[in-house]
């Protein structure tokens, strides 16, 4: 087969590691320990702003393989809330190429569970399954080779030893999954024509792949950083957009684009290489600015949040709301018309289709049905690192609410609900089911099981500290009050300052 983009890749030679016996052992006799941890070479990209680069355009590759593609379009909720799934991507990785070996089994398991409730057909009645062993091959093997691209694309091409060793450190991650080693081929020269045959033959412009390059970049929600500030935001981002999107897709292998009928756009090649030099320029910024970690966390801010930083938010936020104004005079941006504007008073009551927008459908497909409220599930299990059986109680009470939803709101009976039958019969919000939802979600909360919120468990749910109004005279969050805020929120449509960043934010 011939080598679509074999300039980033080097055959097995003198002075090279050769190739490795198995995933978890390395052909120098290292044990698979010493291939995570702070002395992995992942480790080392982690915190490398080029990386940001690398992990779009793996998400593309991803996205372009047929079963993923499916999975993404039926059941995630990324084109809605992608901040939300950028940390909890980042968070797993991190846990799983830390040096803790219990951490990085704990996170595998957590994994293996959540990848197992993503299965079914897509549009076209072909059947996906993120248990797929060779799909998460896939998976594995885009954040490979993004990160080998990202580094030949900046400057700097990886010479072979470091080469074969990263790909040891992502078969191991493989290996750490239960995945047999047979999934991913055992050498770097099987990889290069393994990696092309995906690409020349598998591959496809799936609807997912056409939502992240033409959705998502172009209509990215604001971070919660930003969330108050639509005209600023949406002002960056009718700039930043077509150029993520054009960089991303001139980084993607030539026969790929070919196949999928991808834009050429003139100058795309010497900007995508532009973007890449500029991200390596970057890594000499401070350590404290470029890490992936402060990055993120940063973004996730609220101005209403208690942290050390929130009196320098609320002062930053004060001044880029003047800059915003200015802004709407001499470029004016049309107004948001989904409701989401003001958090006091009167505004503090959302209609139905705002709520509905908001909060129920959590993967943006203007429709209510399972996916979402597993979306929920799984922001919430992440949220609080919940094991078995607490986990499987969490998504049974969900699935029993849906249960109870079907029955009531789907007046056509096409196994979902959309936002008409929901506003016409909003009411049925609050029967036993959801009450089930807000009971099983106290408990698996109350971590210490003494039927009170204290406030370590608010900030493990909410990422914030008990507000004056939650507490009871011993500083606790009782029962029956989490049960009556949780209600008040699902059913009454009001803005709540601690769920509206759990099931809302970005």
């Not at 970057?282 to 942290?307: C, F, H, K, S």
């Not at 607490?390 to 079907?406: G, N, S």
Request: charged residues 25%; negative net charge; contains cysteine.
């Amino acid at each position: 087969m011939k080598d679509t983009d074999s300039s980033h890749r080097t055959e097995t030679g003198p002075g090279s590691t050769g190739p490795y016996e198995d995933p978890g052992r390395a052909a120098t006799g290292a044990p698979a320990e010493s291939l995570f941890g702070p002395g992995s070479e992942f480790h080392r990209f982690f915190n490398d702003p080029r990386w940001a680069l690398a992990v779009v355009r793996a998400t593309v590759l991803e996205a372009a393989h047929p079963q993923i593609g499916a999975a993404l379009a039926d059941n995630s909720s990324f084109v809605v809330h992608p901040w939300r799934r950028l940390r909890n991507t980042l968070v797993s990785l991190q846990r799983m190429f830390g040096a803790d070996d219990a951490t990085r089994q704990r996170e595998a398991a957590r994994l293996n569970r959540l990848h197992s409730r993503l299965s079914g057909t897509d549009a076209t009645n072909q059947p996906y399954d993120a248990m797929d062993p060779e799909v998460r091959a896939w998976v594995v093997a885009t954040l490979f080779e993004s990160s080998v691209t990202m580094c030949r694309l900046s400057g700097q091409p990886l010479d072979q030893r470091t080469m074969e060793r990263l790909y040891a450190e992502f078969q191991a991650f493989l290996a750490a999954l239960g995945d047999q080693a047979g999934h991913l081929p055992p050498t770097l020269p099987e990889f290069w024509q393994y990696y092309d045959r995906m690409v020349t033959e598998e591959l496809q412009n799936t609807q997912a792949l056409r939502i992240i390059l033409y959705k998502l970049f172009e209509h990215l929600p604001a971070p919660p950083l930003l969330a108050g500030l639509p005209t600023v935001w949406a002002a960056g981002r009718a700039l930043a957009g077509p150029v993520i999107g054009t960089i991303t897709v001139a980084s993607l292998p030539e026969a790929f684009r070919r196949r999928a009928g991808l834009p050429e756009v003139p100058g795309a090649q010497t900007l995508m290489q532009s973007a890449y030099m500029a991200a390596r320029l970057a890594r000499a910024l401070p350590d404290n600015w470029v890490q992936t970690e402060n990055v993120v966390g940063l973004l996730q801010l609220t101005p209403d949040g208690d942290g050390p930083y929130a009196e320098t938010l609320t002062a930053l936020r004060a001044r880029m709301k003047r800059a915003g104004a200015f802004l709407r005079l001499i470029t004016p941006v049309p107004a948001q018309q989904d409701g989401t504007g003001g958090t006091g008073g009167a505004e503090n009551r959302r209609s139905a289709h705002a709520f509905f927008t908001e909060v129920l459908d959590q993967t943006g497909d203007g429709y209510l049905d399972w996916p979402d409220l597993a979306a929920m599930a799984r922001e919430i299990c992440s949220r609080l690192d919940l094991d078995e059986p607490e986990e499987t109680r969490l998504y049974d009470a969900y699935a029993a609410w849906w249960r109870e939803l079907q029955t009531a709101l789907d007046s056509d009976g096409d196994g979902r609900v959309s936002r008409e039958e929901y506003a016409a019969a909003a009411p049925a919000m609050a029967g036993p089911a959801l009450i089930r939802v807000a009971e099983v979600l106290f408990d698996v909360t109350d971590a210490d099981g003494d039927q009170h919120i204290d406030a370590e468990e608010y900030r493990a749910l909410f990422r914030r500290g008990f507000g004056r109004t939650v507490v009871d005279a011993e500083g606790r969050h009782s029962r029956s009050a989490f049960v009556r805020d949780f209600l008040s929120f699902m059913s009454g449509r009001e803005r709540s300052t601690p769920y509206d960043p759990l099931l809302t934010d970005a």
